[in-house]
């Protein structure tokens, strides 16, 4: 009784034809399954407020915004709020930051987690593998704030662990804040280690989905541990890997701020280097608080993802079309 | 049946979903509706005659972090006012770490606010102009008389925007003094001069640089690097923006000044080629940019820090043993814009009226003010019979935590404890304060808004790490002035040019 319930729950379309034509289709469709609709009302009525809702304020992008006058009557003003974006080529600068730095730190941090997740599977010992899997894990609680306090103490030149070592062994103390192409890699080194380990939970689990079966026929037919991961584990994970690569996408303009702000603070010298989209903005518009100009900025950012996420999805669907989104 | 109590169930819970995402959003809703039930009589025996008035919510606004014992002290005070005012305030914070964004966001939602501290640091002249708060001429001496003229009229031309007042300006004189907080120890112990000028400055870095291996000779770092501010303060010239990081400055003691770049001025490749002495000789680390710390000369891990009186004063209060001496740099002491601080009325207020008549008591009446900025008398402060105010317990109730926007000479009071050398220093700066009509001269950006901000970007991107010596001078002249061009350089300074001119005119019309 319970188990056919369930069923019943879950194929809400199943047996509404029948009755289609009689009533209308949605009302009738409504109230045979009002309790489900009703469960489904929190989340559409909070997306609706916060999502949807929220785009009209997208009009503030053309307008020079007055408290008195509010959204509405405010006067327009055309693209002047986004000019400030792209006077001395500074947009152009930041847009190929924000994308370089973000595309290496899917790849990167992705593909460890999927290296880890793997390497995770094929490890025995049981206690051996809660280790590794807490201890990858621990980074992702850590702060940003803190992080940037360990980088400063790492790398400073008088007192950094780095210089301490590096004179230690004879060497030159170097300075790495007059260095902007340094970081690129140390902030890709900082996201990896942050974020691999909460990733890979996502690759551990689609892993353990795999049917043990698989692997048994493997080891019948006397195939060894690189076989397995390649011609068993990693054709089950796909799908998985692909979504995940489509969902990151779409987040590929938006810096994590925290991130970058905390690591390079404001420290001109390394701004050519480290600069995206949101510090740039943060940094031009903080002290000022206009707010058609953020609306500019952040309008920019959702064009661009808007783009590039429907731009990824058509190159996935063309490859294969069961792996795209929509 | 089963299957009924199980629709039900579902059913109800969904509900419960549904009531409780609904009773979240109407918790939104402005919680501070002005109660409009007529006051009768309540016990009034006070001069201002509370019958006639009705009861009402305040709402007030002010920037920092609360207190833990501030709202004890709010009970005290409502009790106060209540009686007095008929009236109920209550006191929200915007903290520091985000007051820039909520700020604009608490105007712009249409919360009733009835009273928000104001200031240039807060945008008070941007937000003015985009109509956030209430222009004061007729309320003002209406509804607070002493505190209207209590105002001076360069601070009433200084809080004017546009055509009307929209703010009313603190009455505490804060001083543009900026000079070189130096440890009185160390200088008695390695023979050094006092500091009188800057080869003074460098004679005395030179000597804990020889001495002091641990310690970094100057304070610079990520947020304090005014240094060559005070240089060019100290050469005569003033910075448009009335504050240290401007871009523009002028020549106030011409008859007709000319804007000019920070970079543009004459002495200035004579004090670049000074800094890079400085970095070279190691007065600051070459990455001070990264470095956060703000508390390296309380902690002694600087010598030295530029900064202003204030900063001195508590230096003094948390190490006395150290002897900290403070050398003025700028030769020409100023009294810094009215609008340093305030209070504004935003257009969103329920009870304007009875705002001014809380502001009127907070400025001219002790027993308000002292126990608003203060604290209860006993239990978080004791108030000497020389006047001064000794905290009791300054980590539940520190002093004058939020009380800026109205201040008044006349109520404020100095911290027990500061060494007589503090209050000759300041008798000495008012005694040489000169006047600069231009500390009135408010520049205003917003017609020349990206090109101004991508010129602040050239000051943060190049100019600073060119002047604590971290560029090559030669490139790093070259890369500024062509990333000036870029910004649109000399149609910021046209801008500021004719709007400087039509102020010249304006005022010399006044006075």
């Given at each position: 009784?319970?188990?056919?319930?369930?069923?019943?729950?879950?194929?809400?379309t199943?047996?509404?034809?029948?009755?289609?034509g009689?009533?209308?289709?949605?009302?009738s469709?409504?109230?045979?399954n009002?309790?489900?609709f009703?469960?489904l009302l929190?989340?559409?009525?909070?997306?609706?407020?916060?999502?949807?809702?929220?785009?009209?304020?997208?009009?503030?992008?053309?307008?020079?915004?007055?408290?008195?006058?509010?959204?509405?009557?405010?006067?327009?003003?055309?693209l002047?709020?986004?000019?400030?974006?792209?006077?001395?080529?500074?947009g152009?600068?930041?847009?190929?930051?924000t994308?370089?730095?973000n595309?290496a730190?899917?790849?990167?941090?992705?593909?460890?987690s999927l290296?880890?997740?793997?390497v995770l599977n094929?490890?025995w010992?049981?206690?051996?593998?809660?280790?590794i899997q807490?201890?990858?894990?621990?980074?992702?609680?850590?702060?940003?704030?803190?992080?940037?306090a360990?980088?400063?103490?790492?790398?400073n030149?008088?007192?950094?662990?780095?210089?301490?070592?590096?004179?230690?062994?004879?060497?030159?103390?170097?300075?790495?804040y007059?260095?902007?192409?340094?970081?690129?890699?140390?902030?890709?080194i900082?996201?990896?280690?942050k974020?691999?380990g909460?990733?890979?939970?996502?690759?551990?689990a689609?892993?353990?989905?795999?049917?043990?079966?698989?692997?048994e026929?493997?080891?019948?037919?006397?195939?060894?541990?690189?076989?397995?991961?390649?011609?068993i584990?990693?054709?089950?994970?796909?799908?998985t890997?692909?979504?995940?690569?489509?969902?990151?996408v779409?987040?590929i303009?938006?810096?994590?701020?925290?991130?970058?702000?905390q690591?390079?603070?404001?420290?001109?010298?390394?701004?050519?280097a480290?600069?995206?989209?949101?510090?740039f903005?943060?940094?031009?518009?903080?002290?000022g608080?206009?707010?058609?100009?953020?609306?500019a900025?952040?309008?920019y950012?959702s064009v661009?993802?808007?783009?590039?996420?429907?731009?990824?999805?058509?190159l996935?669907?063309?490859?294969?079309?069961d792996?795209?989104l929509? | 049946m089963?299957?009924?109590?199980h629709?039900?169930?579902?059913?109800?819970?969904a509900?419960?979903?549904?009531?409780?995402?609904?009773?979240?959003?109407?918790?939104?809703?402005p919680?501070?509706?002005?109660?409009?039930?007529?006051a009768?009589s309540?016990?009034?025996?006070?001069?201002?005659?509370?019958?006639?008035?009705e009861?009402?919510?305040?709402?007030?606004y002010?920037?920092?972090?609360?207190?833990?014992?501030?709202?004890?002290m709010l009970?005290e005070?409502?009790?106060?006012?209540?009686?007095?005012?008929?009236?109920?305030?209550?006191?929200?914070?915007?903290?520091?770490?985000?007051?820039?964004?909520?700020?604009?966001?608490?105007?712009?939602s249409g919360d009733p606010?009835?009273?928000?501290y104001?200031?240039?640091?807060?945008?008070?002249y941007?937000?003015?102009?985009?109509?956030?708060?209430?222009?004061?001429?007729?309320?003002?001496p209406?509804?607070?008389?002493?505190?209207?003229?209590?105002?001076?009229?360069?601070?009433?031309?200084?809080?004017?925007?546009?055509e009307?007042?929209?703010a009313?300006?603190s009455?505490?004189?804060t001083?543009?003094?900026?000079?070189?907080?130096?440890?009185?120890?160390?200088?008695?112990?390695?023979?050094?001069?006092?500091?009188?000028?800057?080869?003074?400055?460098?004679?005395?870095m030179?000597?804990?640089?020889?001495?002091?291996?641990?310690?970094?000779?100057?304070?610079?770092?990520?947020?304090?690097?005014?240094?060559?501010?005070?240089?060019?303060l100290?050469?005569?010239?003033?910075?448009?923006?009335?504050?240290?990081g401007?871009?523009?400055?002028?020549?106030?003691?011409?008859?007709h000044?000319?804007?000019?770049?920070?970079?543009?001025?004459?002495?200035?490749q004579?004090d670049?080629?000074?800094?890079?002495?400085?970095a070279?000789k190691?007065?600051?680390?070459?990455d001070a940019?990264?470095?956060?710390?703000?508390t390296?000369?309380?902690?002694g891990?600087s010598?030295?820090q530029?900064?202003n009186?204030?900063?001195?004063?508590?230096?003094?209060?948390?190490r006395?043993?150290?002897?900290?001496?403070?050398?003025?740099?700028?030769?020409?002491?100023?009294i810094?814009?009215?609008m340093?601080d305030?209070m504004?009325?935003?257009?969103?207020?329920?009870?304007?009226?009875?705002?001014?008549?809380l502001?009127?008591k907070l400025?001219t009446?002790?027993?308000y003010?002292?126990?608003?900025?203060?604290?209860?008398?006993?239990?978080?402060?004791?108030?000497?019979?020389?006047?001064t105010?000794?905290?009791?317990?300054?980590?539940v109730?520190?002093?004058d935590?939020c009380g800026?926007?109205f201040r008044?000479?006349?109520?404020?009071?100095?911290?027990?404890?500061?060494?007589?050398?503090?209050?000759?220093?300041?008798?000495?700066?008012?005694?040489?304060?000169?006047?600069n009509?231009?500390?009135s001269?408010f520049?205003?950006?917003?017609?020349?808004?990206?090109?101004?901000?991508?010129?602040?970007?050239?000051?943060?991107?190049?100019y600073?790490p060119?002047?604590?010596?971290?560029?090559?001078?030669?490139?790093g002249?070259e890369?500024?002035?062509?990333?000036?061009?870029?910004?649109?350089?000399e149609?910021v300074?046209a801008?500021?040019?004719?709007?400087?001119?039509e102020?010249?005119?304006?005022?010399?019309?006044g006075?």
């Amino acid at each position: 009784m319970k188990k056919q319930n369930a069923q019943n729950a879950l194929t809400p379309t199943g047996a509404t034809g029948a009755l289609a034509g009689k009533k209308h289709p949605l009302w009738s469709e409504m109230k045979k399954n009002r309790s489900l609709f009703l469960m489904l009302l929190p989340a559409l009525l909070l997306v609706l407020l916060f999502k949807y809702i929220p785009l009209g304020g997208i009009v503030l992008a053309f307008k020079d915004y007055r408290y008195d006058l509010g959204i509405v009557g405010s006067p327009w003003v055309g693209l002047q709020n986004f000019k400030f974006f792209f006077l001395s080529g500074t947009g152009l600068r930041v847009t190929v930051n924000t994308i370089v730095y973000n595309a290496a730190n899917l790849i990167t941090s992705q593909l460890l987690s999927l290296v880890l997740a793997v390497v995770l599977n094929e490890i025995w010992g049981r206690r051996f593998k809660k280790i590794i899997q807490s201890v990858s894990f621990l980074p992702y609680f850590v702060s940003w704030i803190l992080v940037g306090a360990f980088v400063y103490n790492i790398f400073n030149v008088d007192n950094g662990v780095l210089n301490h070592f590096l004179v230690a062994l004879g060497h030159d103390p170097i300075n790495l804040y007059a260095m902007p192409s340094a970081w690129f890699f140390i902030i890709m080194i900082f996201n990896s280690w942050k974020w691999v380990g909460y990733n890979s939970v996502v690759y551990i689990a689609a892993i353990t989905g795999i049917d043990s079966e698989c692997y048994e026929a493997a080891d019948i037919d006397g195939a060894n541990v690189w076989q397995k991961i390649w011609r068993i584990t990693l054709p089950s994970i796909k799908p998985t890997v692909i979504t995940i690569v489509l969902l990151n996408v779409g987040r590929i303009l938006r810096g994590d701020f925290q991130m970058f702000y905390q690591i390079v603070g404001r420290n001109g010298q390394l701004y050519d280097a480290t600069d995206v989209i949101d510090t740039f903005v943060f940094r031009s518009l903080a002290s000022g608080g206009d707010i058609g100009m953020t609306m500019a900025a952040t309008l920019y950012q959702s064009v661009l993802c808007f783009i590039i996420i429907v731009g990824v999805n058509a190159l996935v669907k063309k490859i294969d079309s069961d792996y795209a989104l929509f | 049946m089963k299957r009924n109590t199980h629709t039900a169930i579902s059913l109800l819970l969904a509900l419960a979903l549904v009531v409780s995402l609904l009773c979240g959003c109407a918790g939104g809703a402005p919680s501070s509706v002005s109660s409009a039930a007529p006051a009768g009589s309540t016990a009034g025996e006070a001069s201002s005659a509370p019958g006639a008035l009705e009861e009402a919510t305040l709402v007030m606004y002010v920037i920092g972090g609360e207190p833990v014992g501030f709202p004890d002290m709010l009970v005290e005070f409502n009790k106060l006012l209540k009686e007095e005012l008929n009236a109920t305030l209550e006191v929200n914070w915007l903290g520091f770490a985000d007051y820039l964004t909520q700020y604009p966001l608490l105007l712009s939602s249409g919360d009733p606010v009835d009273l928000i501290y104001t200031a240039t640091w807060t945008n008070y002249y941007q937000e003015a102009r985009k109509g956030a708060f209430l222009p004061l001429e007729e309320l003002g001496p209406q509804y607070a008389p002493k505190t209207w003229a209590q105002i001076t009229d360069a601070a009433k031309f200084q809080a004017t925007v546009g055509e009307h007042v929209y703010a009313i300006p603190s009455g505490k004189d804060t001083y543009s003094a900026w000079g070189i907080a130096a440890r009185g120890d160390l200088m008695q112990k390695y023979g050094v001069d006092p500091i009188t000028d800057w080869a003074g400055y460098e004679a005395y870095m030179d000597a804990i640089k020889a001495n002091e291996p641990n310690m970094q000779p100057s304070g610079v770092y990520a947020d304090g690097k005014q240094q060559d501010d005070v240089v060019a303060l100290s050469r005569g010239y003033y910075p448009l923006t009335g504050s240290t990081g401007s871009p523009y400055w002028i020549d106030p003691s011409q008859e007709h000044p000319t804007v000019f770049f920070v970079t543009e001025y004459p002495e200035f490749q004579q004090d670049l080629a000074m800094y890079d002495r400085w970095a070279e000789k190691g007065f600051w680390p070459a990455d001070a940019l990264a470095n956060q710390d703000s508390t390296m000369q309380e902690t002694g891990k600087s010598a030295s820090q530029i900064h202003n009186v204030d900063w001195w004063r508590d230096l003094c209060i948390l190490r006395p043993e150290w002897d900290f001496q403070w050398y003025e740099m700028t030769n020409h002491v100023e009294i810094q814009s009215a609008m340093q601080d305030g209070m504004a009325i935003p257009t969103s207020a329920k009870n304007p009226e009875r705002a001014l008549m809380l502001l009127e008591k907070l400025r001219t009446d002790p027993r308000y003010y002292d126990l608003f900025v203060y604290g209860i008398p006993g239990v978080h402060s004791n108030i000497l019979e020389d006047g001064t105010v000794e905290a009791l317990n300054p980590d539940v109730f520190p002093l004058d935590s939020c009380g800026w926007g109205f201040r008044t000479n006349e109520l404020t009071r100095l911290p027990t404890g500061l060494p007589d050398s503090y209050g000759k220093a300041v008798e000495s700066l008012k005694n040489s304060v000169k006047e600069n009509k231009y500390r009135s001269f408010f520049m205003d950006t917003d017609s020349i808004k990206s090109e101004y901000s991508a010129i602040q970007n050239i000051m943060s991107q190049y100019y600073t790490p060119l002047v604590l010596g971290m560029t090559d001078p030669v490139a790093g002249m070259e890369e500024i002035n062509k990333q000036l061009e870029a910004a649109d350089n000399e149609k910021v300074k046209a801008e500021i040019q004719r709007q400087l001119d039509e102020f010249i005119t304006k005022w010399d019309a006044g006075h």
